[in-house]
């Protein structure tokens, strides 16, 4: 058997084209779904809800002469509060420590509007190279896809590739990843062949956790709660995990708790299912449900539950 390339010293790891490729484009593109399936590994949060993603998640690629360091992020949208703002420093960060920019554009929705307008921006003042992804090819006819292209290839420099896949069917991501590779720098591997991700696996945790709560709340509610891992411990072979969902008011809490505890047993339970999945083990979960009031306009609470750029958490 051959040596794991984790305990291979550093000067030994293969060379090949490495670098960092940005996911960017408008919330609900498809972003984490390109994500997961390149990985082949369900690591990002996705749902049909826009503004999924609250935090820069990195994903590691690594194939024979290839490290691509996917960079998932937020999806681009306007809004002032200091929540938007983190979400949106967060797609600065990934644009500024990019090789590679993805631009994913989803035919589905007639382009022109103000986010399709500053994702072209971001994508054009980053100054690397741009890669125009036309997804959902599945569910999108030869007009819609024509009309996103026309929409994005023009502000773009001639250069430009643009690579029609669909993100659910990784058998449709060749071309593009044929595209990354040409595109990025050569060098040494970055991260060992073997490791999926470098975030921590509490951040991911709270992410498959607010994939639930976008999947079983509705409206606007799953937008107004932040997920807090409170306790995440290995024990006999058994994760113990504590959670807390902060709401913004109390009408929020019952809703989240539903009529006698409802609502928060089916979170728990779908919850458990992801956790232990992401953890391999079987997972104890104690969920909370916490008024904390205004969170999303509160810095030093986006600190705490780890949703500014560059904070952790607790890290408890
Ligand atoms: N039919 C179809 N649906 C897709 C495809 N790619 C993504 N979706 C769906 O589009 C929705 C949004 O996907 P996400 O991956 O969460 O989108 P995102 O760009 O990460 O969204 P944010 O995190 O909000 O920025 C989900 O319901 C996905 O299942 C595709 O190729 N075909
Ligand atoms: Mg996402």
Request: charged share 25%; net charge neutral; glycine share 8%.
């Amino acid at each position: 058997m051959s040596t794991p390339l984790s305990i291979k010293p550093p000067e030994e790891w293969p060379l090949g084209h490495v670098g960092f490729v940005a996911l960017l484009g408008r919330p609900n593109t498809g972003k984490s779904t390109l994500l997961n399936s390149v990985l082949d590994y369900h690591l990002a949060a996705v749902s049909p809800r826009p503004q999924t993603t609250r935090r820069r998640l990195l994903g590691v690629y690594s194939t024979d002469g290839m490290q691509a360091l996917f960079l998932d992020t937020p999806g681009v949208h306007a809004g002032g509060g200091p929540l938007d703002e983190a979400m949106q420093e967060g797609v600065r960060r990934a644009l500024h420590d990019a090789d590679v920019v993805v631009l994913m554009a989803d035919p589905t929705r007639l382009p022109g509007q103000a986010e399709d307008q500053k994702v072209l921006e971001l994508a054009v003042a980053a100054h690397k190279p741009v890669i125009l992804v036309l997804n959902k090819r599945d569910v999108t006819n030869a007009e819609q896809q024509e009309a996103v292209r026309a929409f994005f290839a023009p502000g773009l420099p001639p250069e430009t590739p643009v690579v029609h896949i669909s993100a659910l069917n990784k058998g449709s991501l060749g071309p593009l990843l044929a595209a990354i590779r040409s595109r990025l720098p050569e060098g040494p591997f970055l991260y060992p062949a073997d490791m999926l991700t470098d975030t921590i696996e509490r951040h991911v945790g709270a992410e498959l956790i607010r994939e639930v709560l976008l999947d079983l709340l509705s409206a606007e509610l799953p937008h107004a709660i932040a997920v807090e891992i409170e306790a995440w411990k290995e024990l006999h072979d058994q994760r113990e995990i504590s959670a807390v969902l902060h709401v913004e008011r109390d009408s929020q809490k019952r809703i989240v708790i539903g009529e006698g505890g409802r609502m928060i047993k089916q979170i728990r339970d779908d919850a458990k299912k992801k956790l232990a999945e992401l953890c391999g083990a079987p997972v104890h979960l104690d969920l909370w449900v916490k008024v904390s009031d205004d969170w999303r306009k509160n810095k030093n609470r986006l600190g705490e539950f780890g949703l500014l750029p560059g904070f952790s958490g607790k890290g408890r």
